[in-house]
C-alpha cells in the first residue's frame, strides 16, 4: 500500500493492525476471516463460471458445439456442485454475516473467534477435495449424486467429491453455531431482538437450517461412500437398497439448503431498500418472523422435488400444499419490501439498484416455483428448463444479485474505500439485462419440453438457446465489471469514511476500516433498527 | 475497560457469565446437531426395519444380548462418574475430579474394547461383516446383511464418538494435573460432561434397536 493511499481519516484499523501472511491465516478477527472467505468463494465462483460458460458455448448448436456428451455431463456437475456448495451457501452468511454479525450485535468479535477461523480452513479443505475430482477427471452425477448412479456405475471421482462436500458442511454447521450463540447471547445493553436489523433475522433463520440440515446431508453422503466402498445395498436397488430414500434424506437437507441461499439475500435487501428508501421498515415484525416462518416449514416441503419418483399420490398432496405454504412468508417479504418504497424518498444508488433487481427476478423465481409445486403441472415441468429457469431466477437472480447488493453496500466499510458509482450502476444494468435474456428463454424451452442435463436438443430449440448463450456472455461481463473497479478501489478509491449512505446501524457509527476491537466502547442502543427520518443524523 | 479483566475470560466476552452461556447454548447447538446427524441414520433404521422386519428380526438374533446388556450397564455407570466429576469441578476438587475423570475414561475404554474387541471380531469370525465377508445361509440374506450393514455403521460411528470422548476427558485430565480449573473455571468440564452423556444416550436408543428386535420370542 503506497503510503499516500493510507486514507487520512483513520488510524490503526483491522487491516493495518498486523502485517504479512501469517497475521492473516493465523488470524481469529471476523472481519480478516470474512475476507479469506470473500477471496475463496470468489476463486470458485469463477471456476464455477467458467464451467457454465463452456456449457453454454456448446449448447448455441444443436449437436453440441464444443464438449464430448460425457464432458458436457462433468461439467454440469462441477458446475451444480461448486456453485451449490462452495460459493452460495457460504457466500452471505460467511463473508457478510462474518463481516456484520458481530458489528451488528455490538460485539468485539463472535462468541468462538477461532471455531471461525477453523470453519474457514474445514471450507477450504473440502474445496480441495472437490478440486482434486475435478482435476483428477471429473464426476457426472450433478450435484444430486443420486443413487444407484453415484454408488454403482459413476467414476470414483464421485468419492473425492461427495468427501468435499461432506467435509464443507462442517464449515457451515460451524459458521451457524457461532451466528446463533453471538445472537443470543452477545447483543450490546438495549439490544433487544426487536431493535434488530432484519439481516440478523434472516442470517439466524439461516443458522437453524444449517445446524439443522447439514448433519443429514452427512450422514447420507457417509451411507453413499459406505454402500460405494463395500458393494453393501443401502440405496441400490440391485442389491436390496432403495433409491427412494437417497432422495427423500438427499432433499431434507437439500431444499432448506436452498434457504440457506435465498433467506441472507433477503436480510441484505431489507437493510438495502430502508436505507434508500430513508424509512423504516414496513411492518418489522411480520419480515422478522417471516424469516423464521421460512426456516420451519422449508423442513417440511422436501418431497416437492420427488413428485414422479413413485412416492405416494398422498404424501404428494400434503407436500405441494406445504409448498405453497412456504411461498406465503416470501411473498409476505416481497410485499412488505415494496411498501416500504411507497412513498419513501427513494435513490438510486448502486446497492439499491441490485436489491430492485432482486426483488423482480426473485419473485418471478418464486411464483414460478408455485407452477412447480402443483402435482398436476410438475408432471409436465420436472427435469425440464423450466425448472432451470425457476431456481437460477431465485439463486442467481435473487441470491446472488443480493450478495452483490451487500457488497456494494459494505464495501466501503470493509475496505474503507468508495468504488465508482458509475460503473457500479451499470453493471448492476448488464446484470440484469444479461440474466433474464440468459434464462427467460429457458422457461420457453422447459415449457416446450427440453429436458435439462442434455448436450444435444431438436433444431427447433436452437433459436432460444442461442438467446440464451448470448445472454450468457453478457451476463459474465455483467460479472466481472464489478471485479475490476473493486480491485481497483482497494488501492485508487476514495475513502469512504464512516458512513457514506447515511445509513444506521451500528456497524456504521465506528470507523471505516473499523479497529480491530469494532468499538471503542460498547454500544447502547436506544432506538429501534431502521430509525430513518427521526432526524437526519448523518448529512454526507 | 478499566476494571481488572479474569484471567479465565476470552477477548470477546464481558464478563464469566456470557462466557459461560455463551459456551453451554454453543454445546448445545452442537448437540442438536449430532441429534440429527444421527437422527438421518435411524431413519434409514426404522424405513428398512419396516420393510424387512423379518431380516431385521433374524439379524438381531445373532447379536449377544448379554454382551450387550454388559455394555449398557458400562455406559450408564460412566455416566454417574462423569456427573459426578462435574460436580467435583464446580466445587473446585481437583483431587476427586482427577480420579472421577479416570474412572470415566476406564469405563468408556472398556465399552469400546467389549464393543470392538469382543462383539465385532466375533460378527467377523462368524461370516456377518458386509462387504468383508458376509456369508449367511438362510431365508431373507440380503435383508440379514442390510442389518449387519446398519448395526456395523451405527455402533461403529457411535464407538468413534466414544474414543473422541474420551480422548477429550484424557486432555483434560491433563489440565486437571496442571491446575488449569478450579471453582471459577471448570466450564470445559461441564461441557465435556454434557458431550459424554450425549453419546451415552444415543447408545440407549442404540441397544434396543439393534439387540431387543426378537427379545419377544
Ligand atoms: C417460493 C417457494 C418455492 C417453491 C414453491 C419451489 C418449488 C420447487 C419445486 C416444486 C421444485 C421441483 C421441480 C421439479 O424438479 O420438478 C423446485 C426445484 C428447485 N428449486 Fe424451488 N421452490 C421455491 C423456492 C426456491 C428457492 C428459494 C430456491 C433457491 C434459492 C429454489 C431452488 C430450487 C432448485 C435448486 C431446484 C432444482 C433442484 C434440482 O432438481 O436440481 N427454490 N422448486
Ligand atoms: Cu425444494
Redesign the pocket.
Known amino acids: 500500500m503506497s503510503t499516500t493511499a493510507v486514507a487520512p481519516t483513520t488510524g490503526v484499523n483491522y487491516l493495518n493492525a498486523q502485517y504479512g501472511i501469517r497475521s492473516w491465516l493465523l488470524t481469529t478477527d471476523h472481519k480478516r476471516i470474512a475476507l479469506l472467505y470473500l477471496g475463496s468463494v470468489t476463486f470458485f465462483f469463477l471456476i464455477g463460471g467458467a464451467a457454465a460458460v463452456l456449457m453454454r458455448l456448446h449448447l448455441i448448436e444443436p449437436q453440441g458445439a464444443l464438449l464430448e456428451p460425457a464432458t458436457y455431463n462433468k461439467m454440469f456437475s462441477m458446475h ?1 456442485i461448486i456453485m ?1 456448495f462452495f460459493f ?1 451457501i457460504p457466500s452471505i452468511p460467511a463473508v457478510m454475516g462474518n463481516f456484520l454479525v458481530p458489528m451488528m450485535v455490538g460485539a468485539r468479535d463472535l462468541a468462538f473467534p477461532r471455531l471461525n477461523l477453523l470453519s474457514w480452513y474445514v471450507y477450504i479443505v473440502g474445496g480441495l477435495f472437490t478440486l482434486y475430482a475435478v482435476v483428477a477427471g471429473g464426476v457426472d452425477t ?3 449424486f443420486y443413487t444407484p448412479l453415484s454408488t454403482t456405475y459413476a467414476n470414483g471421482n464421485v468419492m473425492a467429491a461427495a468427501l468435499g462436500v461432506f467435509i464443507t458442511g462442517f464449515s457451515s454447521i460451524l459458521t451457524g453455531l457461532n451466528f446463533v450463540v453471538t445472537i443470543h447471547k452477545m447483543r450490546a445493553p438495549g439490544l433487544t431482538w426487536f431493535r434488530l436489523p432484519l439481516f440478523l433475522w434472516a442470517i439466524y433463520a439461516t443458522s437453524i437450517i444449517m445446524i439443522l440440515g447439514t448433519p443429514v446431508l452427512a450422514i447420507t453422503l457417509l451411507l453413499v461412500a459406505l454402500e460405494r466402498t463395500f458393494h453393501v445395498g443401502i440405496f441400490d436397488p440391485a442389491l436390496g437398497g432403495d433409491p427412494i430414500l437417497f432422495q427423500h434424506l438427499f432433499w431434507f437437507y ?2 432448506p ?6 433467506l441472507p439475500s433477503m436480510g441484505v435487501v431489507s437493510e438495502l431498500v430502508t436505507c434508500f428508501s430513508r424509512k423504516r421498515i414496513f411492518g418489522y415484525s411480520f419480515v422478522a418472523f417471516s424469516s423464521v416462518a421460512i426456516a420451519v416449514i422449508s423442513f417440511l ?1 422436501w418431497g ?2 420427488m ?2 419418483s413413485g412416492q405416494s399420490v398422498y404424501a404428494g398432496l400434503v407436500f ?1 400444499a406445504l ?2 405454504a ?2 406465503i412468508p ?2 409476505i417479504k416481497v410485499f412488505n419490501w415494496t411498501a416500504t418504497l411507497y412513498k419513501g424518498s427513494v435513490s438510486y444508488q448502486a446497492p439499491m439498484l441490485y436489491a430492485l433487481g432482486f426483488i423482480g427476478l ?1 419473485t418471478m ?10 402435482l398436476a403441472t ?1 408432471i409436465h ?4 428448463y ?3 429457469a ?2 437460477h431466477y ?2 442467481v437472480g ?2 446472488l444479485m443480493g450478495y452483490l447488493g451487500g457488497l456494494h453496500f459494505w464495501w466501503p466499510k470493509m475496505t474503507g474505500r468508495l468504488y465508482p458509482d458509475g460503473w457500479a450502476r451499470f453493471s448492476a444494468l448488464v446484470i440484469f439485462i444479461g440474466f433474464n435474456l440468459t434464462f427467460f428463454p429457458q422457461y420457453i424451452l422447459g415449457y416446450l419440453g427440453m429436458p ?1 442435463r442434455y448436450a444435444v436438443y431438436p433444431e427447433e430449440f436452437q433459436v432460444l438457446n442461442v438467446m440464451s448463450s448470448a445472454g450468457a456472455s453478457i451476463l459474465a461481463v455483467g460479472y466481472l465489471i464489478p471485479l475490476v473497479y473493486f480491485i481497483w478501489s482497494i488501492r485508487y478509491g476514495p475513502p469512504a469514511g464512516p458512513n457514506p449512505w447515511g445509513a444506521k446501524g451500528l456497524e456504521w457509527e465506528t470507523p471505516s476500516p473499523p479497529p480491530t476491537e469494532n468499538f471503542e466502547e460498547v454500544p447502547v442502543v436506544e432506538e429501534e433498527a431502521y430509525a430513518y427520518g427521526e432526524k437526519e443524523a448523518h448529512v454526507v | 475497560m478499566s476494571e481488572v479483566r479474569s484471567a479465565a475470560l476470552a477477548e470477546q466476552f464481558e464478563d464469566l457469565d456470557q462466557q459461560h452461556e455463551a459456551s453451554s447454548l454453543g454445546m448445545w447447538v452442537f448437540l442438536a446437531t449430532e441429534i440429527m446427524f444421527f437422527g438421518g441414520l435411524f431413519a434409514g433404521y426404522s424405513v428398512y426395519r419396516g420393510l424387512y422386519f423379518p431380516g431385521f428380526d433374524a439379524g438381531s438374533a445373532l447379536l449377544n444380548v448379554k454382551v450387550g446388556a454388559l455394555n449398557t450397564a458400562l455406559l450408564l455407570c460412566s455416566s454417574l462418574t462423569m456427573a459426578l466429576g462435574v460436580r467435583a469441578a464446580t466445587l473446585g476438587k481437583r483431587r476427586e475430579l482427577a480420579t472421577f475423570l479416570v474412572l470415566t475414561i476406564l469405563l468408556g475404554l472398556t465399552f469400546v474394547g467389549i464393543k470392538l474387541g469382543v462383539e465385532w471380531h466375533h460378527d467377523y469370525l462368524e461370516h456377518l461383516a458386509p462387504g468383508i465377508n458376509f456369508a449367511y445361509e438362510g431365508p431373507n440374506a440380503r435383508a440379514v446383511e442390510l442389518f449387519f450393514v446398519f448395526y456395523f455403521f451405527m455402533t461403529g460411528v457411535h464407538a468413534l464418538h466414544m474414543v473422541v470422548g474420551v480422548s477429550i476427558l484424557a486432555v483434560l485430565l491433563w489440565m486437571t494435573f496442571r491446575g488449569r480449573f478450579g471453582p471459577e473455571r471448570y466450564n470445559p468440564v461441564e461441557m465435556a460432561g454434557l458431550y459424554w452423556h450425549f453419546v451415552d444416550i444415543i447408545w440407549i436408543f442404540l441397544y434396543p434397536l439393534l439387540y431387543l428386535i426378537g427379545a419377544h420370542h
Open positions: 451444480g451449490v452460495l450433478g450435484w444430486t437439500s431444499h439448503a436452498v434457504y440457506i441461499m435465498i416441503v416437492h422435488h413428485f414422479v405441494s409448498s405453497f412456504v411461498a416470501s411473498a426473485f423465481g418464486g411464483l414460478t416455483g408455485l407452477f412447480l409445486a402443483s410438475d415441468l420436472h427435469d425440464t423450466f425448472v432451470i425457476h431456481f431465485i439463486m435473487g441470491a435439462r
